[in-house]
């Protein structure tokens, strides 16, 4: 149907779909009751290459492009979202920054391990008192005397696979009065004096991932290890941002798919007052609306996927397109998520059956990577050309 979609984009998302259902989904609900961490899944996954989808095969990856990547995630969504998260971090918000941003020696260094799936990787942006408003951080990296180190020292919040990450790329400020042109990015290795994780984040949803906040006290970091000029990291920040919008819109359509599928099997199934209830305009209507919206999402990320890979010929921002693609699917999960649930009545509610794991994983879906509010603001903006 589509001619961009190729034999080898349909061998990765078979790839995918085939590992999630056989080795992921069957344990997804332990690892949600728990919230440990599937350690396991994850390394069998970065050695069936998930972790690096669009890395060259020189730098630890596949070598494959933005659509390739998509359809994998969401396959493994589909099985269970907690495992697309570090899916997503690792290849969009570290591998693609370093692929995009680091030098031939930090690629050595830091790239290769993280696609090829030994070790993980992570993305700080976020401080306790900047969220949205990520150009007003608090932490402060200090270059020393004698130009060979900064001093790192701040506290940064809701870092996604923090507890586990080996490396992770922090942006905090070098220059302060330069507000967001005074933001630098910086490769952490997490096994050095003067780096602490907080406590793990007891969660609402994706809760076999792991976030948590982490500190920094008189952390030294190399000048080698400086991601970019000084002042770039805002800048690397959003670029990095929009591949990471297109992830997380590939999770959302994977969460909706499996709810979708459950609700139409149901539908199919379930009697009510003498009929199948799926024979009820009003549970049609509900199928059709959550199948509209599905393959609307699905467009979206196909045409972000697009404007990204055009974007590594042209150099051209795909920020429209990746923005319009998280807000709907991300939306359009959390409404189909609700649909499912009121279809399958009180077996929805209950913890029987996935549903309200995929209602309770839906909802990141909607603030991280930047909130619904922040999408409608870089959409609008980029139509206008008003900040
Ligand atoms: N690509 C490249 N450059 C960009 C850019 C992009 N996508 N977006 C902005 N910029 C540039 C602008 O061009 C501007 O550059 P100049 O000064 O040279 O003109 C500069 O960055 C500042 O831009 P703005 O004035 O637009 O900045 P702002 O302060 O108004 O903020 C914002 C813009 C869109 C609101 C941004 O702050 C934002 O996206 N906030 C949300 C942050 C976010 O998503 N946080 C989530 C963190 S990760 C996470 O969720 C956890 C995890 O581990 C998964």
Redesign the pocket.
Known sequence: MFDFITEEHTMIQEAARDFAQKSIAPIAEHFDETGEFPIDTIRQMGGLGFMGIEVPEEYGGVGMDTLAYSLALTEICKADASHG?VM??NNS?YAHGLMKFGTEEQKQKYLIPVASGEKIG?????EPMS??????MKSRAVLNEAGTHYVINGVKS?????PYADFIVVFTMTAPEK???GVTAFLIETDKPGFERGKKEPKLGIRASA?SEIMFDDYQCPVENRLGAEGEG??I???V??A??IG?ASQALGIADAALEASIAYAQEREAFGQKIGQFQMIQQKLADMKTRVEASRLLIYQACLAKEASKKTGA?Y?LE?SMAKLYASETAMWVTTQAIQIHGGMGYSKEMPLERYFRDAKITE?????SE?QR??IA?SLTGL?
Do not use: N, P
């Open positions: 998260t997503s971090v918000l992570a993305y700080s942006l976020t969220g949205s408003d990520a150009g007003t809701w870092v996604t696979s923090a507000k967001h042109k976030t805002f800048k920040a959003m670029t941002l929009d990471g919008r997380i921002r920020s990746a603030i991280y990577e930047g909130t922040i603001m870089v903006r900040r």
